[in-house]
C-alpha cells in the first residue's frame, strides 16, 4: 500500500486527479464485490449433494425434512411437572437461635426401588355343611408363585432390555427371587392367549386401514432350523411372524392375519391370470359351485375334484391357485383396501400394489465392483444422478403436481436409458429401467416413504435376538416372542410406554389404563 498523500501540500488540480482516481477504484471495487455476489448465487444453486450426514453404507441420503419445516431446535423445558410424587420428605436445618422460617426450598430426586418383595396369602378354607371344600381365590395376576408385577419386570427385560433367560435368573438371584430357568421360561409365555390374539388384533386393524405397508425379513432359528422372521408394518403398528418358509404362498399366508380360509372370487382369479395360470385352469375353479373352503385339507380337496394338476417348479398350477385362493381370502376379508406394500425387491413381496425402495436399488450400483478408471468414474457419475433423482423425489412428495411427475418420469427414462460403456453397470440400470412403475409409485402415492429403513430398523431386534438366542425350541415360545416383540414396537410408535401397557395387561394395582392398540392402530392409520 502506497503512503497516504500530504493534503494540505495538492493544489487544486492535484485534489481533483487524486478524487478522480478513488473513485475509479471504488467503481471497480463495486464491480468486484457485484460479480462476487453473482458467483455466490450461482453456486449456491448448483444441486450438489446435501452435506446431511448420511445413513446407509451406500451413502443415500435418508432423512431429508420437509422444506416447510424450518423450525429450528429450542431449548430443553423443564422436566419437573412431569414427575410423579410418591413421596414427600422434611429436612430440619440447624440455625441459631432467634432466626426465622422463611418456607422450604423443594429439591426434587428420582430414585427407583427394585427388591424382592415376599407375600404371603392366607387363603380361608371352609367346609361347607354338605362336606364340600372351599378356599378363597388367589389374587388377580398370580402366575405360579410370582406376583404380576415381577411377571411385568420379566417381560420388560427380556424383550424391551435383550436379556437372555439365563441372565434374567442370575439377576433375579441377585435381587433376592427364588426362580428357576423353567419358571421365568413360564413368565415369558402366554397362557391365556391374550398378547399374541391383541398381536393378531393390531395387524389386522393395519391391514384394513393402512395407506401403505413395508416389509422385510431375515433368519430366526427354531428347534434347531433356520427359518425367516418377516416384518409387516408402517409408522403406526409392527408385527412379526416365523415360519419355515420364504416363497410368496408364506408371504400372502402371513397376510391373511391368522384366517385359514381359502376364496375363489374375482380377486382370486384375476391373480391367477396375472400369474399365468392356464386359462382352462382358471376356467375349472371360477365355474366350480363351491368358493369358500374353510381349511388347507378343504382347499386340497377341491383341487382334487376340479383335477388341478401338479408340476413341480416355480410355475406350479397347485402353487398359483393356491396363492389366488390366499390372495382372494385376505381381500375378502377386507385387507390391502387400497394399500401399496412397500419392499427391497425380494420376490416373495411381489404382490399386490407393490412399490420398491430407493435406498436398495441405489445400493446395487454402490456395491458394483469395479475394475479400471472408466468404471470407477462411470460408477460414481450414475450413483450422482440417482441421488439427485432421489432427493427431487422427497421434495415432490411436500408439494406433488402434474407437471413436475410428468417431468421426473421423463428424467427417470433419460437416467436409466444412459449407456456409459461399463456394460455390467449397463445392464443394472436396463434392469432398474425395467422396475420403473414400482419405482415411480410415489408419483401417484406421495404418502408412501422411498425406503425400507422403517421395517429395518423394527427387524434389528430379531436379528439382536438371534445374535444372542439360540431360538426357540416351541411353538409357543415363537409366537409368543414375535407378538412381544411386535407389541412393543407398536407401543413405541404409538408413543405409549410398554411398561405402562404391560402392567395394565396383567392386572399390575395402580397402573394406568391403556386402550386396545388395535384401535389406536385404526384411528392413526385411517386417513382423516
Known amino acids: 500500500m502506497s503512503p497516504a498523500p500530504d493534503l494540505d501540500g495538492l493544489s487544486n488540480a492535484d485534489l481533483k486527479q487524486l478524487v478522480l482516481e478513488l473513485l475509479g477504484r471504488v467503481a471497480e471495487l463495486e464491480r468486484l464485490v457485484a460479480t462476487q455476489r453473482e458467483e455466490i448465487a450461482r453456486l449456491k444453486d448448483l444441486k450438489g449433494r446435501p452435506t446431511i450426514k448420511p445413513r446407509t453404507p451406500s451413502g443415500m441420503d435418508t432423512q431429508t425434512a420437509s422444506p416447510r419445516s424450518g423450525r429450528k431446535p429450542g431449548r430443553r423445558g423443564p422436566k419437573a411437572s412431569q414427575l410423579t410424587i410418591h413421596e414427600e420428605r422434611v429436612m430440619r436445618a440447624a440455625v441459631p437461635a432467634g432466626s426465622r422460617f422463611k418456607g422450604y426450598e423443594d429439591f426434587l430426586v428420582q430414585d427407583l426401588v427394585v427388591r424382592s418383595h415376599g407375600i404371603r396369602i392366607r387363603r380361608e378354607r ?5 362336606g364340600h371344600p372351599i378356599v378363597a381365590p388367589l389374587p388377580d395376576g398370580i402366575v405360579g408363585h410370582f406376583g404380576p408385577d415381577l411377571h411385568r419386570y420379566v417381560l420388560a427385560l427380556y424383550h ?3 436379556l437372555t433367560i439365563p441372565r434374567l435368573v442370575e439377576h433375579l438371584t441377585l435381587l433376592g427371587v427364588l426362580i428357576s430357568k423353567r419358571q421365568v421360561g413360564r413368565l415369558l409365555g402366554d397362557a391365556d392367549g391374550l398378547f399374541r390374539q391383541e398381536a393378531t388384533a393390531v395387524l389386522r386393524a393395519g391391514l384394513r386401514t393402512a395407506r401403505w405397508i413395508s416389509v422385510d425379513d431375515t433368519g430366526a432359528r427354531h428347534q434347531g432350523r433356520n427359518g425367516t422372521c418377516t416384518q ?3 409408522d403406526h403398528f409392527t408385527w412379526f411372524g416365523t415360519t419355515t418358509s420364504k416363497s410368496r404362498l408364506n408371504f400372502l399366508e402371513l397376510l391373511r392375519a391368522g384366517h385359514t380360509d381359502y376364496v375363489v372370487n374375482a380377486e382370486a382369479l384375476a391373480y391367477m391370470r396375472q400369474r399365468a395360470l392356464p386359462q382352462p ?3 375349472r375353479l371360477a365355474q366350480a359351485s363351491e368358493t369358500t373352503f374353510s381349511d388347507p385339507p378343504a382347499w386340497q380337496r377341491h383341487l382334487e375334484q376340479v ?6 417348479g416355480t410355475l406350479d398350477p397347485v402353487r398359483l391357485a393356491t396363492e389366488g385362493a390366499v390372495w382372494g381370502s385376505l381381500k375378502a376379508h377386507g385387507f390391502l383396501p387400497d394399500t401399496v406394500i412397500l419392499s427391497d425387491d425380494a420376490g416373495q413381496f411381489d404382490v399386490g400394489e407393490h412399490a420398491l425402495c430407493w435406498v436398495h436399488a441405489e445400493r446395487l450400483i454402490h456395491q458394483l465392483d469395479t475394475f479400471t478408471d472408466h468404471q470407477r468414474a462411470a460408477q460414481t457419475r450414475m450413483r ?3 441421488w439427485w433423482f432421489y432427493r427431487d423425489l422427497k421434495l415432490y412428495r411436500y408439494e406433488p403436481s402434474r407437471r413436475r411427475r410428468s417431468e421426473l418420469r421423463r428424467r427417470f427414462d433419460r437416467i436409466f436409458a444412459h449407456r456409459t460403456g461399463f456394460a455390467t453397470l449397463d445392464r443394472l440400470l436396463g ?8 419405482l415411480l409409485r410415489v408419483l401417484e402415492r406421495p404418502e ?11 427387524i434389528r431386534a430379531q436379528v439382536i435376538r438371534r445374535k444372542i438366542s439360540a431360538g426357540t425350541r416351541s411353538d409357543m415360545g415363537r409366537a409368543c416372542r414375535d407378538a412381544f416383540l411386535g407389541l412393543s414396537k407398536t407401543c413405541r410408535k404409538l408413543g405409549l410406554s410398554f411398561w405402562d401397557y404391560l402392567g395394565d395387561r396383567l392386572r399390575v394395582a395402580h397402573a394406568p389404563a391403556v386402550p386396545g392398540l388395535a384401535d389406536l392402530v385404526r384411528a392413526r392409520c385411517s386417513p382423516a
Not at 371352609?126 to 354338605?130: I, S
Not at 408412501?448 to 423394527?458: Q, R, Y
Open 160 to 162: 424391551q432390555g435383550q
Open 431 to 438: 434392469r432398474l429401467r425395467a422396475n420403473k412403475t414400482e
Open 281 to 283: 385352469l382358471i376356467a
Open 126 to 130: 371352609w367346609l361347607t355343611p354338605d
Open 307 to 312: 383335477a388341478m394338476p401338479s408340476r413341480p
Open 448 to 458: 408412501i416413504p422411498l425406503h425400507t429403513n422403517g421395517s429395518e430398523n423394527d
Open 232 to 234: 409387516i408394518g408402517n
Open 384 to 386: 450422482r444422478l440417482v
